[in-house]
């Protein structure tokens, strides 16, 4: 299984302000996916991040409030921006691996004020 | 419409006792169908999968899971909790073009 990492692992926030979360696998793979995971909630989807091409968004979800970056095939960014209080949840990072597995980093617990 | 459910948002089993949590899913096929656990402040680890062949699986820390295509059911046991495994359990399908759905999570609390 891939070993991944998430920066920041917490961080409280101002509303308005925007926050960049990193993503970095320790293998190359082909997609890696963003969840949200609000407060006593399950995971949401937010979208899927294929190197070299757009990231493909949930419906909900927009590129404007939830930039994607996926420069190479072991790093990937997600930015919430213009934050709101409502932003306030745990956003993970995952891949895929063998047979449809997918393998989730630590997570990012962001509190917006 | 397709979807996971795990009917029981909160069990509470004493420890030494057996468990049982519930997922059902609504899929034309039979998809990929996976057993995460989240303690609390972590992230999400796999504990079992099933994809084909036997349909008892086992997977880490003791547990195992039943997929029963009559029932579109995928329950995860363990024969004996222990205090440890008090956590949130979130069954989870892929069905099409790697999109994994979760249910909306089962809590487990063990009493001593």
């Known amino acids: 299984s891939a070993v991944i990492s998430q920066k920041p692992s917490r961080d409280i926030c101002q509303r308005g302000t925007s926050l960049t979360i990193q993503c970095q696998v320790d293998s190359q793979v082909t997609m890696m996916f963003w969840y949200r995971q609000q407060p006593g909630q399950s995971l949401t989807l937010i979208a899927t991040a294929n190197q070299g091409s757009e990231a493909t968004y949930e419906s909900g979800f927009v590129i404007d409030k939830f930039p994607i970056s996926r420069p190479n095939l072991t790093f990937s960014t997600l930015t919430v921006s213009n934050m709101s209080p409502e932003d306030s949840s745990i956003y993970l990072c995952?891949?895929?691996?063998?047979?449809?597995?997918?393998?989730f980093g630590p997570g990012t617990r962001l509190l917006v004020l | 419409a397709q979807s996971v459910t795990q009917p029981d948002i909160h069990i509470t089993v004493s420890e030494g006792a057996s468990l049982e949590l519930r997922c059902n899913y609504s899929y034309g096929a039979t998809p990929y169908l996976f057993w995460y656990v989240q303690s609390p402040g972590q992230g999400l680890q796999l504990l079992l999968k099933y994809f084909s062949g036997d349909t008892l699986v086992q997977g880490i820390k003791g547990f195992e899971a039943e997929f029963k295509r009559s029932q579109s059911s995928f329950n995860l046991r363990k024969p004996s909790v222990h205090w440890s495994d008090a956590a949130e359990y979130f069954c989870a399908v892929v069905a099409n073009n790697n999109d994994m759905r979760f249910g909306a999570g089962t809590r487990l609390t063990v009493k001593p």
């Open positions: 995952s891949v895929t691996g063998q047979q449809e597995t997918q393998y």
